[in-house]
Protein backbone atom coordinates (compact mmCIF):
# COMPACT_ATOMS: atom_id res chain seq x y z
CA UNK A 1 0.00 0.00 0.00
CA UNK A 2 1.29 3.64 -0.93
CA UNK A 3 0.70 6.48 1.52
CA UNK A 4 -1.89 9.01 0.51
CA UNK A 5 0.66 11.54 -0.04
CA UNK A 6 2.68 9.60 -2.34
CA UNK A 7 4.61 11.35 -5.39
CA UNK A 8 2.16 10.15 -8.47
CA UNK A 9 5.32 8.79 -9.79
CA UNK A 10 5.71 6.47 -6.77
CA UNK A 11 2.15 4.96 -6.46
CA UNK A 12 3.06 4.07 -9.87
CA UNK A 13 6.12 2.92 -9.73
CA UNK A 14 4.68 0.59 -7.00
CA UNK A 15 1.74 -0.33 -8.97
CA UNK A 16 4.50 -1.81 -11.36
CA UNK A 17 6.31 -3.58 -8.27
CA UNK A 18 3.21 -5.03 -7.15
CA UNK A 19 2.39 -6.08 -10.90
CA UNK A 20 5.58 -8.24 -11.13
CA UNK A 21 6.87 -8.94 -7.15
CA UNK A 22 4.37 -11.92 -7.50
CA UNK A 23 7.75 -14.29 -8.13
CA UNK A 24 9.12 -13.57 -4.81
CA UNK A 25 8.47 -15.29 -1.71
CA UNK A 26 5.23 -13.69 0.42
CA UNK A 27 7.96 -12.72 3.47
CA UNK A 28 10.99 -11.42 1.12
CA UNK A 29 8.83 -9.25 -0.94
CA UNK A 30 6.69 -7.48 1.87
CA UNK A 31 10.54 -6.68 3.33
CA UNK A 32 11.86 -5.41 -0.06
CA UNK A 33 8.28 -3.49 -0.27
CA UNK A 34 8.99 -1.96 2.66
CA UNK A 35 12.35 -0.84 2.39
CA UNK A 36 12.00 0.49 -1.47
CA UNK A 37 8.72 2.89 0.24
CA UNK A 38 11.01 3.93 3.12
CA UNK A 39 13.65 5.06 0.35
CA UNK A 40 11.52 6.49 -1.67
CA UNK A 41 9.27 8.29 1.24
CA UNK A 42 13.23 9.76 2.13
CA UNK A 43 13.95 10.61 -1.19
CA UNK A 44 11.00 11.90 -2.75
CA UNK A 45 8.88 14.64 -1.25
CA UNK A 46 4.97 14.86 -2.05
CA UNK A 47 5.76 18.44 -3.22
CA UNK A 48 8.33 17.06 -5.50
CA UNK A 49 8.50 18.02 -8.80
CA UNK A 50 7.90 15.19 -11.29
CA UNK A 51 11.85 15.72 -12.55
CA UNK A 52 12.52 15.69 -8.81
CA UNK A 53 10.54 11.94 -8.49
CA UNK A 54 11.92 11.02 -11.98
CA UNK A 55 15.77 10.88 -10.84
CA UNK A 56 14.72 9.41 -7.44
CA UNK A 57 13.37 6.86 -9.02
CA UNK A 58 15.75 6.40 -11.62
CA UNK A 59 18.93 6.48 -9.32
CA UNK A 60 16.57 3.70 -7.26
CA UNK A 61 16.39 1.59 -10.00
CA UNK A 62 13.24 -0.27 -11.82
CA UNK A 63 11.12 -2.82 -9.87
CA UNK A 64 12.53 -5.59 -12.21
CA UNK A 65 15.57 -5.08 -11.94
CA UNK A 66 15.91 -4.86 -7.82
CA UNK A 67 13.27 -8.33 -8.19
CA UNK A 68 15.67 -9.69 -10.51
CA UNK A 69 18.34 -9.34 -8.00
CA UNK A 70 16.65 -10.31 -5.51
CA UNK A 71 15.58 -13.44 -7.17
CA UNK A 72 19.94 -13.57 -7.41
CA UNK A 73 19.20 -13.21 -11.22
CA UNK A 74 20.46 -11.29 -13.89
CA UNK A 75 19.47 -7.97 -14.96
CA UNK A 76 16.38 -8.88 -17.42
CA UNK A 77 17.81 -7.77 -21.06
CA UNK A 78 15.79 -5.53 -22.77
CA UNK A 79 13.67 -7.25 -25.66
CA UNK A 80 15.85 -6.80 -28.82
CA UNK A 81 14.11 -5.18 -31.94
CA UNK A 82 12.78 -6.99 -34.34
CA UNK A 83 15.29 -8.32 -36.89
CA UNK A 84 18.77 -7.53 -34.28
CA UNK A 85 20.53 -10.37 -34.31
CA UNK A 86 18.98 -12.91 -31.36
CA UNK A 87 15.69 -10.65 -31.45
CA UNK A 88 12.42 -11.82 -33.00
CA UNK A 89 12.54 -12.94 -36.86
CA UNK A 90 11.29 -9.97 -38.89
CA UNK A 91 7.64 -10.49 -39.71
CA UNK A 92 8.49 -10.49 -43.00
CA UNK A 93 11.14 -12.67 -42.71
CA UNK A 94 8.42 -15.37 -40.40
CA UNK A 95 5.73 -15.17 -43.63
CA UNK A 96 8.23 -16.48 -46.08
CA UNK A 97 9.35 -18.94 -43.74
CA UNK A 98 5.70 -19.83 -43.61
CA UNK A 99 4.88 -20.18 -47.50
CA UNK A 100 8.17 -22.19 -47.88
CA UNK A 101 6.24 -24.48 -45.71
CA UNK A 102 3.20 -24.77 -47.39
CA UNK A 103 5.20 -25.24 -50.57
CA UNK A 104 7.44 -27.70 -49.09
CA UNK A 105 3.85 -29.79 -47.94
CA UNK A 106 2.83 -29.57 -51.52
CA UNK A 107 5.93 -30.62 -52.99
CA UNK A 108 5.81 -34.06 -51.01
CA UNK A 109 2.07 -34.89 -51.46
CA UNK A 110 2.80 -34.49 -55.41
CA UNK A 111 6.08 -36.43 -55.11
CA UNK A 112 4.18 -39.13 -52.69
CA UNK A 113 1.48 -39.42 -55.99
CA UNK A 114 2.87 -41.57 -58.00
CA UNK A 115 4.41 -43.96 -55.31
CA UNK A 116 0.37 -44.28 -53.73
CA UNK A 117 -0.47 -44.67 -57.68
CA UNK A 118 2.41 -47.63 -57.98
CA UNK A 119 1.09 -49.46 -54.67
CA UNK A 120 -2.76 -48.99 -55.92
CA UNK A 121 -2.37 -50.84 -59.67
CA UNK A 122 -6.30 -49.63 -60.36
CA UNK A 123 -6.51 -46.31 -59.27
CA UNK A 124 -9.43 -44.15 -59.82
CA UNK A 125 -10.11 -40.78 -60.04
CA UNK A 126 -11.92 -41.31 -56.49
CA UNK A 127 -8.74 -42.52 -55.06
CA UNK A 128 -6.79 -39.68 -56.66
CA UNK A 129 -8.58 -37.06 -54.63
CA UNK A 130 -7.91 -39.12 -51.42
CA UNK A 131 -4.73 -38.77 -51.78
CA UNK A 132 -4.12 -35.62 -52.53
CA UNK A 133 -7.16 -33.97 -50.30
CA UNK A 134 -5.59 -33.96 -46.81
CA UNK A 135 -1.86 -32.19 -47.98
CA UNK A 136 -4.51 -29.79 -49.76
CA UNK A 137 -6.38 -29.05 -47.16
CA UNK A 138 -3.46 -28.76 -44.53
CA UNK A 139 -1.94 -26.04 -47.11
CA UNK A 140 -5.38 -24.00 -47.50
CA UNK A 141 -5.77 -24.22 -43.68
CA UNK A 142 -2.06 -22.95 -42.68
CA UNK A 143 -2.12 -20.30 -45.68
CA UNK A 144 -5.89 -19.48 -43.96
CA UNK A 145 -4.39 -18.53 -40.45
CA UNK A 146 -1.26 -16.72 -41.58
CA UNK A 147 -3.98 -14.46 -43.63
CA UNK A 148 -6.22 -14.15 -41.32
CA UNK A 149 -3.40 -12.85 -38.61
CA UNK A 150 -1.75 -10.26 -41.06
CA UNK A 151 -5.01 -8.56 -41.27
CA UNK A 152 -5.21 -8.57 -37.17
CA UNK A 153 -1.68 -6.80 -37.48
CA UNK B 1 31.20 4.46 -13.32
CA UNK B 2 31.98 1.12 -14.99
CA UNK B 3 29.92 -0.83 -17.33
CA UNK B 4 29.92 -4.20 -18.46
CA UNK B 5 29.64 -8.13 -17.07
CA UNK B 6 32.72 -8.19 -15.46
CA UNK B 7 32.22 -5.54 -13.16
CA UNK B 8 28.90 -6.31 -12.81
CA UNK B 9 29.87 -9.70 -11.05
CA UNK B 10 32.30 -7.89 -9.31
CA UNK B 11 30.06 -5.41 -7.11
CA UNK B 12 27.54 -8.51 -6.97
CA UNK B 13 30.27 -9.85 -5.43
CA UNK B 14 31.56 -7.57 -3.18
CA UNK B 15 28.75 -5.43 -2.13
CA UNK B 16 27.50 -7.69 0.51
CA UNK B 17 30.68 -7.73 2.34
CA UNK B 18 30.83 -4.33 2.19
CA UNK B 19 27.67 -3.80 3.63
CA UNK B 20 28.68 -6.29 6.57
CA UNK B 21 32.15 -3.89 6.70
CA UNK B 22 30.15 -0.72 7.83
CA UNK B 23 27.52 -2.28 9.87
CA UNK B 24 30.68 -3.62 12.17
CA UNK B 25 30.74 -0.05 13.36
CA UNK B 26 27.16 -0.02 14.02
CA UNK B 27 23.38 -0.40 13.48
CA UNK B 28 22.29 1.23 10.43
CA UNK B 29 18.89 1.40 8.67
CA UNK B 30 18.69 0.59 4.45
CA UNK B 31 18.75 4.48 3.54
CA UNK B 32 21.86 5.06 5.48
CA UNK B 33 23.62 2.24 4.23
CA UNK B 34 22.36 3.09 0.58
CA UNK B 35 23.67 6.75 0.91
CA UNK B 36 26.87 5.40 2.76
CA UNK B 37 27.89 2.82 -0.03
CA UNK B 38 26.83 5.25 -2.96
CA UNK B 39 29.43 8.18 -1.57
CA UNK B 40 32.00 5.24 -1.55
CA UNK B 41 30.89 5.46 -5.19
CA UNK B 42 31.45 2.81 -8.36
CA UNK B 43 29.61 0.19 -6.53
CA UNK B 44 26.21 0.81 -7.09
CA UNK B 45 24.60 -0.03 -10.54
CA UNK B 46 21.19 1.39 -8.94
CA UNK B 47 20.75 2.12 -5.12
CA UNK B 48 17.90 -0.06 -4.97
CA UNK B 49 20.06 -3.83 -5.42
CA UNK B 50 21.06 -3.01 -1.59
CA UNK B 51 17.99 -3.72 -0.61
CA UNK B 52 17.33 -7.21 -1.95
CA UNK B 53 21.41 -8.32 -0.37
CA UNK B 54 20.33 -6.90 3.08
CA UNK B 55 17.65 -9.62 2.82
CA UNK B 56 19.83 -12.23 1.23
CA UNK B 57 22.39 -11.19 4.41
CA UNK B 58 19.17 -11.37 6.56
CA UNK B 59 17.95 -14.80 5.38
CA UNK B 60 22.13 -16.40 5.46
CA UNK B 61 21.61 -15.55 9.33
CA UNK B 62 24.98 -12.20 8.83
CA UNK B 63 22.79 -9.30 9.99
CA UNK B 64 19.57 -9.14 11.72
CA UNK B 65 17.06 -6.28 11.77
CA UNK B 66 14.24 -4.81 13.91
CA UNK B 67 12.09 -1.78 13.86
CA UNK B 68 12.94 1.37 15.89
CA UNK B 69 11.09 4.88 15.86
CA UNK B 70 13.47 7.44 14.46
CA UNK B 71 13.66 10.95 15.63
CA UNK B 72 11.05 12.40 13.27
CA UNK B 73 8.82 9.46 14.39
CA UNK B 74 9.47 7.46 11.04
CA UNK B 75 10.05 3.59 11.79
CA UNK B 76 12.83 2.73 10.18
CA UNK B 77 14.10 -1.19 10.37
CA UNK B 78 17.60 -1.30 11.47
CA UNK B 79 20.12 -3.76 10.57
CA UNK B 80 22.98 -5.32 13.04
CA UNK B 81 25.85 -7.30 12.70
CA UNK B 82 25.72 -11.06 14.12
CA UNK B 83 28.44 -13.46 15.25
CA UNK B 84 28.06 -15.19 12.17
CA UNK B 85 28.17 -12.21 10.29
CA UNK B 86 31.56 -10.99 11.80
CA UNK B 87 33.05 -14.63 11.20
CA UNK B 88 31.94 -13.93 7.53
CA UNK B 89 33.51 -10.37 7.37
CA UNK B 90 36.89 -11.55 8.86
CA UNK B 91 37.16 -14.68 6.33
CA UNK B 92 36.26 -12.03 3.31
CA UNK B 93 38.95 -9.54 4.58
CA UNK B 94 41.41 -12.26 4.83
CA UNK B 95 40.93 -13.23 1.13
CA UNK B 96 40.19 -10.03 -0.25
CA UNK B 97 43.87 -9.50 0.85
CA UNK B 98 45.23 -12.21 -0.93
CA UNK B 99 42.84 -12.20 -3.69
CA UNK B 100 43.25 -8.15 -4.44
CA UNK B 101 47.07 -8.41 -3.96
CA UNK B 102 47.38 -11.37 -6.38
CA UNK B 103 45.44 -9.57 -9.52
CA UNK B 104 47.38 -6.25 -8.71
CA UNK B 105 50.03 -8.31 -8.82
CA UNK B 106 49.49 -9.57 -12.01
CA UNK B 107 47.84 -6.58 -13.66
CA UNK B 108 51.07 -4.88 -12.57
CA UNK B 109 53.26 -7.20 -14.67
CA UNK B 110 51.37 -6.40 -17.94
CA UNK B 111 53.14 -3.60 -19.38
CA UNK B 112 51.38 -1.08 -21.43
CA UNK B 113 48.39 -1.13 -20.01
CA UNK B 114 45.98 2.13 -20.18
CA UNK B 115 42.96 1.88 -17.64
CA UNK B 116 39.58 3.77 -18.62
CA UNK B 117 40.13 6.81 -16.34
CA UNK B 118 43.53 7.35 -17.70
CA UNK B 119 41.95 7.58 -21.23
CA UNK B 120 39.64 10.05 -20.10
Known amino acids: MTNAADHRFVESYFRQFDDQAGVLPPARCVQLREELQSHLRDAVAPDATDLEALDAIAQLGSPSTI ?25 SSRGLWIAFLVILVLIVALALTPL ?6 TVSATHLVV ?19 RRRR | MVD ?3 STQLRRGVVGPCILALLSSG ?5 QLVKELDE ?37 RYYELTEAGSIELRSFTDDWRT ?22
Open chain 2, 4 to 6: GAT
Open chain 1, 67 to 91: IAQELDAPTPPLPLPAGAPGGQAPK
Open chain 1, 116 to 121: ALSAIP
Open chain 2, 27 to 31: PRYGL
Open chain 2, 40 to 76: IGGLLSSLGTVYPLLNRLQESGFVSSRWEITDDERPR
Open chain 2, 99 to 120: FSSTVSGLLGSIPNITTESEMK
Open chain 1, 131 to 149: LLLPPLVIAAGVLLIVARS
